[in-house]
């Protein structure tokens, strides 16, 4: 499994941005394809983002997209997720995950990931 190590998080006011990032270790990064879910209290996991091993795709839950961006920079091991026009309802935690091989067809299901981070938490406020 890579360990995967998140960092970012922050309080930030409505409409404002944060750019939490992941820093993976333990295994060849660019085998893995990487995601973003987020956790806020009372609601399930909700699924925000994933990227394939090259970059070149990338899919979004529908709540953050065209406000969140995720990229990846394989050499340094790292993926980010650049959170933009944060409303209140974004508070959560954000947890990135890996698994390995391509996005595949049920990329927004955390079932599909193998190795999970300790979260970063995002706090937007009013």
């Known amino acids: 499994q890579v360990q995967l190590v998140e960092s970012g998080g922050g309080l930030v006011q409505a409409g404002g941005s944060l750019r939490p990032s992941c820093a993976a270790s333990?295994?060849?990064?660019?085998?893995?394809?990487m995601g973003w879910f987020r956790h806020a209290p009372g609601k399930g996991r909700e699924f925000v983002a994933v990227i394939s091993r090259n970059g070149r795709t990338t899919y979004y839950g529908g709540s953050v997209k065209g406000r969140f961006t995720i990229s990846r920079d394989n050499t340094n091991h790292t993926v980010y997720v650049q959170t933009n026009s944060l409303k209140t309802e974004d508070t959560a935690v954000y947890y990135c995950?890996?698994?390995?091989?391509?996005?595949?067809?049920?990329?927004?299901?955390?079932?599909?990931?193998?190795?999970w981070g300790q979260g970063t938490q995002v706090t937007v406020s009013s």
């Open positions: 995950a890996a698994r390995v091989g391509p996005v595949g067809s049920t990329y927004y299901s955390h079932t599909a990931y193998d190795s």
């Open positions: 333990g295994r060849t990064f660019s085998n893995y394809a």
